[in-house]
Structures are given as C-alpha cells and as structure tokens.
C-alpha cells in the first residue's frame, strides 16, 4: 500500500541539475495497428532496462498516462548528459527502436511520437503536495513540510514569504 503524507509538502531541494523528460506516442490511424504496435511495444523495453541500470540516469520511477490517443511517459533523469547518452548508444533499446521507426513510419502519418526535455533548477521549480503519496519530483529528492519550503508558491520559488497564503494552511 502507499504510504500518503497528510498534510502539505513540497519537493526537498535538489532539482539543479535534473531533467523532467516527457515522452510519448499518438496514435493517429487507429486502424493501421502494424504501423503503431511496434512503437507502442518500445517503451516497455527501455523503461525496463533503463530501471534494471540505474548508472544510465533514469531517478525514481516513470510514470505513464494515458489520455485518448496518445500516451505519455514521465520521467526524471539525473542529468541531461545521461539521457543524451542514453538515447545515442548503440547498446541501448532505444537506438535500434529509433531507427525502425524512422525507417518504418517517420512520414506516413499513422502515428505520432513527441518528447520535451526540461532542465530542472531549485531557482525555477515550485512544488507543492496535499496528502499525497510521493509523487513527481518528491519521489526523486525526497518531501519536507512545506512550511520548510514556503506557505506560498512565491515563498517556494523566491523565498519572498511576506505575501499571506490565500487559503489557510494545513
């Protein structure tokens, strides 16, 4: 069972330096299943081996949505070095799987595929988790009481507390 922490928390610091990578797929032709099975069937194979090696960079455990048409994959890398290297290393999943579909699929339209890469600094990120278990980038750094952070999203991200929260804390 997961444990939830009642009350709020944020994120400890240590973000300077992470990655947040979002990756995914759309399927656009639901009926050309040929063309999108072995992109969909591609992701589980690097989610495995990525959280099998630690030392390649995946932090924590990815998280996967799906909303209609298209999936997507959450993840935190350690540093944008190690994904990059990740991504290029023929001994990898993810190279051979990214050639087939760039031979396979790269222009027809039958589906989609997307990533952002977001470079993460303790200055830019604000995080803020009412009884929740450990989530997103608290279940990389860790969760503190909020109090120890900020009551504010602005006392979170700049230290300013001198603006009142506008809902009463808890």
């Known amino acids: 069972m997961t444990s939830i922490n009642k ?16 990756i995914g797929m ?4 639901l009926w050309r299943p040929w ?3 072995p992109v969909l069937v591609a992701m589980p194979r690097m989610l ?3 959280q099998k090696n630690p030392s390649l960079g995946l932090v924590g455990k990815p998280r996967t949505f799906l909303s209609g ?3 997507l994959v959450w993840q935190y890398w350690a540093s944008f070095e190690q ?19 760039n031979k396979r699929v790269r222009n ?3 589906v989609g595929i997307y990533h952002e890469t977001i470079l993460l600094s303790d200055a830019t990120v604000e ?3 009412g009884n929740m278990p450990l989530f997103g980038l608290s279940a990389v750094t860790g969760a503190v009481p909020a109090t120890k952070r900020g009551q504010t999203a602005r006392a979170r991200l700049t230290g300013d507390s001198t603006d009142p929260p506008a809902v009463e804390s808890y």
């Not at 709020?8 to 947040?20: C, E, H, M, N, S």
């Not at 994904?83 to 190279?95: I, M, N, R, T, V």
């Open 7 to 22: 009350g709020r928390f944020a994120a400890d610091t240590g973000a300077d330096g992470k990655v947040l990578f979002l």
């Open 26 to 29: 759309r399927f656009n032709q």
């Open 35 to 37: 063309k999108w099975l």
């Open 48 to 50: 495995v081996e990525l």
């Open 69 to 71: 048409r298209t999936i």
């Open 83 to 101: 994904l990059e290297a990740y991504s290029k290393s023929g001994a990898s999943q993810h190279l051979p799987a990214w050639r087939s579909f």
């Open 108 to 110: 027809n339209g039958s």
């Open 127 to 129: 995080t803020v988790y």
